[in-house]
């Protein structure tokens, strides 16, 4: 996402901001080649070492390079970093950088070289300002923990050190075979010391783009709230001839006219149409279209309905007494009832409001964690939650955790939760029906059509005089405010929220279930509603630090693969009995127009700079003509096949890197 990381629930996004990639027909004569996009969400600074927001991430990955990026196979491979060595006991990355990087500034002046210091003085900086993103390297980096909690004080005691000016080195705690995954993301990205110094305070804050340097296939030329997003084509990027387009206009959008896309794909203007099968005008797109409609391939981002255990806020609601607000508390705490809203919640039909009946399917996701996402001795990462899961109950008895088809929807299983949760609750005191307050940005067609299916299936399987959705269709920025971008718990105002999804950062399940330590992170309040490192008793109850006890073991496995999955999936099993988020959808899996060359887009199940989608501008290449789903289809088995090929050569190679 990559979209980095936290995601906002866009309602008609093919990625997290934006639905549309074009090659504008006004091209000047001069053959230039323009990307036209939409987006959703303004980003409130850009500051990619600090940030962990897709709304600045999906700017900055297309103007700031790390040491590696993906291919169109998901290879890594050199950025920044011409060459890496790892040594032999797995704990010290050494990285090569090359001699024409370099630094400009927004208007394509040379600035200065990169060099190794710069990655030093970007991750102290990180540090030292408590970037978002400190989870991913925090207690990998030798000494960074020490520091960080004031510890020690000297960074030069931390494990990353500049050799020379091309070589930077990074010293490990133990050996993590996923670490050049974590090179992609912004945290472990280059700045200037000398441009940092001069900017102060200033250093990327807000959208001013003479407030941050260029090393990218990009350079930012202006954001306008609200209006637009504006880049160039990085003249003098060292791998220049990877980028075949000149420039990239993103406009936003509220979501509102879901006829558009399809509209200025007919009349030339764009070169992709995410479609909405739901719309008006579909069944005339449908027919004019019918062999240009494809399907994208789910990604590795999931999105999930999160549950509010310890509610602080209540601007936004529906409740009208305090016996209302604690009875929803006491339920929410009850994990009987929290499965009586996974089970009874009909995800096909929430789908649908996006891709259609004959789509819904193609997006949905039953776990946190894609069932495909890690493998091992044979046996993917979902068929190890599962077998983890039947000892749960027999809820989870027969239960598919499979892509593309609900494993979840189950009124039966609902009604039986339900009818144990209320007898318990009853006994607590508390009054029916539990009102849930569920917020909604009311501009937005599809999303707010999703929350009246979700509202529709619940109180229809588990009885209006027993449990109410109240949905809160807010503007835009209040919803923000309240959810995505909320500072602390005390401001996110929800019992349940739809908003929200994660990308992952690194190829390992770490990556999804770190997020939600109680102990850690920013992410706890935007999923669950409380600040971590708090003690908070809502936590306890409901079992999150044996959760994080699990987690803790899990990542304490380092050598054997196969246990450090085995111990991950009994974690994302425990999460998944425990209900507090509710899985629902990939981004990806959608029907689109377009006049991209398949597959020639980076991509990557994590990680900055690999996507399945155009939210990554370089190696994109467009064609003159609609794809069509047969041409899709066939270039998609090539690539698969390639892939293959490519992924077992590239894993045979990183022996030569071990010195």
């Excluded at 085995?566 to 994302?572: L, R």
């Excluded at 003509?625 to 190679?653: G, I, M, P």
């Amino acid at each position: 996402m990559k979209r980095t990381k936290l995601l906002a629930l866009t309602g008609v996004t093919l990625l997290a901001t934006g639905v549309l990639a074009a090659c504008s027909s006004s091209a000047s004569n001069k053959g230039e080649q323009t990307f036209a996009y939409t987006y959703e969400t303004d980003p409130d600074n850009l500051n990619y070492l600090t940030t962990n927001k897709a709304a600045t991430a999906n700017i900055t990955n297309n103007v700031i390079d790390g040491l590696m990026e993906n291919d169109r196979y998901g290879n890594f491979v050199p950025s920044m970093a011409e060459d890496w060595s790892v040594s032999k006991d797995g704990l010290t990355y050494t990285y090569k950088i090359r001699q024409d990087a370099k630094w400009y500034t927004s208007e394509g002046e040379e600035y200065a070289s990169v060099t190794a210091k710069d990655f030093v003085t970007g991750l102290k900086y990180a540090a030292d300002k408590k970037s978002d993103g400190l989870y991913l390297v925090q207690e990998s980096i030798k000494g960074l923990d020490a520091y960080v909690k004031g510890e020690i004080t000297d960074f030069s005691q931390v494990g990353i050190k500049a050799i020379d000016d091309q070589t930077v080195e990074y010293t490990l705690n133990s050996p993590e075979s996923f670490w050049n995954s974590k090179t992609t993301m912004g945290i472990l990205a280059p700045v200037n010391e000398e441009f940092l110094n001069s900017k102060g305070d200033d250093f990327a804050k807000g959208t001013d783009p003479s407030s941050i340097l260029y090393n990218g296939p990009f350079l930012l030329k202006s954001i306008v709230a609200k209006s637009s997003v504006e880049f160039e084509k990085n003249a003098n990027y060292w791998d220049k001839d990877n980028v075949h387009i000149d420039k990239v206009k993103l406009s936003f959008w509220d979501g509102q006219d879901t006829s558009k896309p399809a509209e200025n794909f007919k009349d030339g203007s764009f070169t992709v149409a995410r479609l909405f099968p739901t719309s008006a005008s579909y069944p005339e797109i449908e027919k004019e279209f019918k062999d240009n409609i494809v399907y994208t391939q789910q990604d590795s981002a999931t999105f999930v309905v999160g549950t509010n255990i310890d509610r602080q806020s209540y601007k936004f609601t529906s409740k009208t007494t305090d016996e209302q607000k604690n009875s929803t508390k006491k339920a929410l705490l009850n994990k009987d009832f929290r499965q009586a809203i996974a089970f009874g919640f009909d995800r096909t039909a929430y789908a649908s409001q996006i891709n259609g009946k004959n789509g819904a399917t193609k997006l949905l996701r039953n776990l946190f964690i894609p069932p495909t996402f890690v493998q091992s001795d044979g046996k993917s990462f979902g068929d190890m939650v599962r077998e983890q899961l039947i000892s749960y109950g027999d809820e989870w008895k027969d239960i598919n955790l499979a892509d593309a088809q609900d494993g979840l929807y189950n009124p039966e299983k609902a009604k039986a939760e339900f009818a144990k949760a209320k007898t318990a609750l009853q006994a607590e005191g508390v009054q029916f029906p539990i009102h849930l307050d569920m917020p909604v940005d009311q501009t937005a067609t599809t999303k707010v059509q999703r929350v009246q299916s979700m509202k529709q299936s619940l109180e229809e399987t588990l009885g209006a005089d027993n449990v109410v959705i109240d949905i809160q269709q807010l503007q835009k920025d209040d919803l923000l405010n309240v959810t995505y971008f909320a500072e602390s718990a005390a401001g996110e105002d929800w019992d349940l929220s739809d908003n929200i999804g994660w990308s992952p950062d690194y190829i390992d399940p770490s990556t999804y279930l770190d997020i939600i330590k109680p102990s850690v992170g920013e992410n706890t309040k935007t999923y669950l509603g409380f600040d971590s490192g708090t003690n908070n008793a809502a936590a306890k109850q409901v079992g999150l630090e044996d959760y994080e006890k699990m987690i803790v073991d899990a990542g304490n496995e380092k050598t054997d693969v196969a246990k450090r999955y085995e111990k991950y999936a009994a974690a994302q099993a425990w999460l998944t009995d425990s209900a507090l988020i509710i899985p629902t959808t990939s981004q990806t899996g959608r029907p689109i127009l377009s006049r991209i060359v398949p597959f020639t887009i980076p991509f990557a199940f994590s990680g900055n700079k690999g996507t399945s989608e155009p939210l990554l501008y370089k190696y994109v290449e467009l064609q003159d003509k609609a794809v069509t789903a047969d041409e899709y289809q066939k270039a998609q088995e090539k690539w698969l096949k390639e892939k293959e090929e490519s992924n077992k050569k590239a894993q045979e190679d990183l022996e030569n890197h071990v010195k």
